[in-house]
């Protein structure tokens, strides 16, 4: 059998969980290249992640790549592997929509750009910040949005706003030609066939924090 991992495409097809739990796998591979670590196995994956082995087996399985009998994965090629497959390695163009705080930060933090996401602009509706920047990134108004998706190649649009802003500027994204749209509000937002939609809700994970916090025995 060859060391290397091998994969097929057939990500349309594989489930949410996984694709959640993919990300998981190879930020710890990537711990253990920095090691220098070359094999592993689904059993010391499991351990450290709190995943059960045969999840973690089922879950690469999807994606057609397979280990060593008795060596495990070959840790290089498994993280490489995954990396092409979730994308993570090829630029995706996206606009910021909404640049207060939360917007800003995520304009600046290099790690999105590790991981594929290139914001190439910011809108907000503030006279005041257009033709200002955010790192090298500019920011315009919101008339200027369908020019710089079709411009730029942007495909993705990412929404920071105001909740009660928010499905305003997901219609104009969408009207403006994104194919995908990453909400940070905590507003469900509706958006047309054929647009993708992720929510990402920071207030439902601090909900669901301050619950578990509250019943805990604090002395």
């Known amino acids: 059998m060859n060391e290397k991992a091998s994969i097929s495409r057939t990500s349309d097809l594989l489930p949410e969980p996984t694709l959640r739990r993919l ?3 190879l930020a710890y591979l990537s711990t253990l290249r920095s090691a220098s670590v070359q094999y592993i196995s689904t059993t010391r994956i499991a351990e450290a992640l709190d995943v059960d082995p045969s999840q973690i087996a089922k879950d690469l399985s999807f994606l057609g790549i397979r280990g060593k009998t008795r060596i495990g994965y ?27 705080s939360l917007g800003a930060a995520l304009m600046a933090d290099s790690g999105l750009q590790r991981y594929g996401l290139n914001i190439v602009a910011g809108i907000d509706i503030n006279p005041r910040l257009a033709g200002s920047r955010i790192g090298d990134v500019e920011i315009f108004t919101p008339d200027h949005t369908a020019a710089l998706v079709r411009d730029l190649n942007i495909k993705i649009g990412v929404i920071a706003v105001p909740v009660e802003a928010a499905q305003e500027v997901a219609d104009l994204a969408a009207g403006s030609g994104v194919k ?11 958006v047309p066939e054929g647009v993708v939609i992720s929510n990402t809700s920071i207030y439902s994970h601090l909900a669901v924090m301050y619950n578990r916090l509250s019943t805990l025995s604090i002395d």
């Not at 092409?84 to 606009?95: E, Q, V």
């Not at 995908?180 to 469900?188: L, Y």
């Open 74 to 100: 070959q840790v290089n090629d498994l993280e490489r592997a995954l990396r092409d497959y979730l994308g993570f390695d090829r630029r995706h163009n996206a606009i910021m929509m909404g640049v207060g």
């Open 180 to 190: 995908a749209i990453w909400n940070f509000t905590p507003s469900r937002i509706r």
């Open 23 to 25: 990300p998981w796998y």
